[in-house]
T-cell receptor
Framework: NAGVMQNPRHLVRRRGQEARLRCSPMKGHSHVYWYRQLPEEGLKFMVYLQKENIIDESGMPKERFSAEFPKEGPSILRIQQVVRGDSAAYFC??????????FGPGTRLTVT | KQEVTQIPAALSVPEGENLVLNCSFTDSAIYNLQWFRQDPGKGLTSLLLIQSSQREQTSGRLNASLDKSSGRSTLYIAASQPGDSATYLCAVKHGSEKLVFGKGTKLTVNP
């Protein structure tokens, strides 16, 4: 059973470009979560999704950020018009309902 | 608002020592508590999960306890090894199934 997959592992974008981060949950897991880890800070919740539904997006900035988890395919976190402050490690996790969360290796976004 | 605090922020011990990492949370209405390990530049590895109805969980040299009423958890590591060096994160599942993390304890085990 493969773990949570994220790609790309490293992403470099210039200011103003778009960043698309992908996450494939573990087989059998219906819940997907995105977290952000800024340098020298703890992990912060961004958004929680189930298939085709956003359940909780209370941690996601209101502008430029969006997330989806379509019926088929991976979950996508999209950041439009990136700024230097978006540079961080973005982690995806998946779980069964009320089960343990298993994390992917993360995507390290660098905005130049 | 749920807040998770981990003490100490950093810990350095000689190899072979038993050690305890502490985690406290402000709202006892949690579903579960997880301890994770994070190596530099890497993702998170789940170590132990304690459901809110449980008092402790054990895996190998690791033992985690949970006292929900006082809002505390401890992670006990027996006979520490240099390979245990990492940042240990405590997180509680609270509210709409999201995890709230502490800032971690950075552990260094010296050979």
């Amino acid at each position: 059973n493969a773990g949570v997959m994220q790609n790309p592992r490293h992403l470099v974008r210039r200011r103003g470009q778009e960043a698309r981060l992908r996450c494939s949950p573990m087989k059998g897991h219906s819940h997907v979560y995105w977290y952000r880890q800024l340098p020298e800070e703890g992990l912060k919740f961004m958004v929680y999704l189930q298939k085709e539904n956003i359940i909780d997006e209370s941690g996601m900035p209101k502008e430029r950020f969006s997330a989806e988890f379509p019926k088929e395919g991976p979950s996508i976190l999209r950041i439009q018009q990136v700024v230097r402050g978006d540079s961080a490690a973005y982690f995806c996790a998946s779980s069964p309902p009320q089960g343990a969360e298993y994390f992917g290796p993360g995507t390290r976004l660098t905005v130049t | 608002k749920q807040e998770v605090t981990q003490i100490p922020a950093a810990l350095s011990v000689p190899e072979g020592e038993n050690l305890v990492l502490n985690c406290s949370f402000t709202d006892s209405a949690i579903y579960n508590l997880q301890w994770f390990r994070q190596d530099p530049g890497k993702g998170l590895t789940s170590l132990l999960l304690i459901q809110s109805s449980q008092r402790e969980q054990t895996s190998g040299r690791l033992n985690a306890s949970l006292d929900k009423s006082s809002g505390r958890s401890t992670l006990y590591i027996a006979a520490s090894q240099p390979g245990d060096s990492a940042t240990y994160l405590c997180a509680v599942k609270h509210g709409s199934e999201k995890l709230v993390f502490g800032k971690g304890t950075k552990l260094t085990v010296n050979p």
